[in-house]
T-cell receptor
């Protein structure tokens, strides 16, 4: 099964700066990787999916990279806002050929005004 | 039209009791997933339904946990003889197809279960 590592410590940044969150995995290289946002007391909400043959994916102020050599994905939020404060989860297929996601523990982002 | 809904939003029960948690997926979504999320952790997979059948129940921790989806829409997660360690948020998600391609998981708000 896949093991996913996300920094358990909260990331505190100032409004307007770029937030960068890391997702590392240790076993097989997945065909794709997803990022979700979770607010307190709510279920995760899908943000972006990046496939193994894509180095980078963008959506508005969000950018995701996927480095299969490093077994790492980086999630960037540019021009961060206090409303971006949430927990961000990465998810990968639980095993080769599976579409059931395994989630990381998530990293809490706090954007200070 | 609406998203995934789950009831109850909160459930407090006593050790040893039986509980049922309900999930209403997005209309027309074939696949339904149950997860359990403990504080500070990501969602942990429990079971996945494709239509009415449980396609993968490998995440159910033991035989006290059972889930059904008799008509291929609403699903109920059943926990017998609850233990304090069962306390967590139980999340439900649905996807249009399930299997065959990566899909966006649409999550409900979860049911917060507290076993005293």
């Amino acid at each position: 099964s896949q093991k996913i590592e996300q920094n358990s410590e909260a990331l505190n940044i100032q409004e307007g700066k770029t937030a960068t969150l890391t997702c590392n995995y240790t076993n097989y290289s997945p065909a794709y990787l997803q990022w979700y946002r979770q607010d307190p007391g709510r279920g995760p909400v899908f943000l972006l999916l990046i496939r193994e043959n894509e180095k980078e994916k963008r959506k508005e102020r969000l950018k995701v990279t996927f480095d299969t050599t490093l077994k790492q994905s980086l999630f960037h939020i540019t021009a961060s806002q206090p409303a971006d404060s949430a927990t961000y989860l990465c998810a990968l297929p639980s095993s080769g050929g599976s579409y059931i996601p395994t989630f990381g523990r998530g990293t809490s982002l706090i954007v200070h005004p | 039209g609406a998203g995934v809904s789950q009831t109850p939003s909160n459930k407090v029960t006593e050790k040893g009791k039986y509980v049922e948690l309900r999930c209403d997926p997005i209309s027309g979504h074939t696949a339904l997933y149950w997860y359990r999320q403990s504080l500070g952790q990501g969602p942990e997979f429990l079971i996945y339904f494709q239509g009415t059948g449980a396609a993968d129940d490998s995440g159910l921790p033991n035989d006290r946990f059972f889930a059904v989806r008799p008509e291929g829409s609403v699903s109920t997660l059943k926990i017998q003889r609850t233990e304090r360690g069962d306390s967590a948020v139980y999340l439900c998600a649905s996807t249009p197809q399930g299997g065959g391609a990566p899909e966006t998981q649409y999550f409900g708000p979860g049911t917060r279960l507290l076993v005293l």
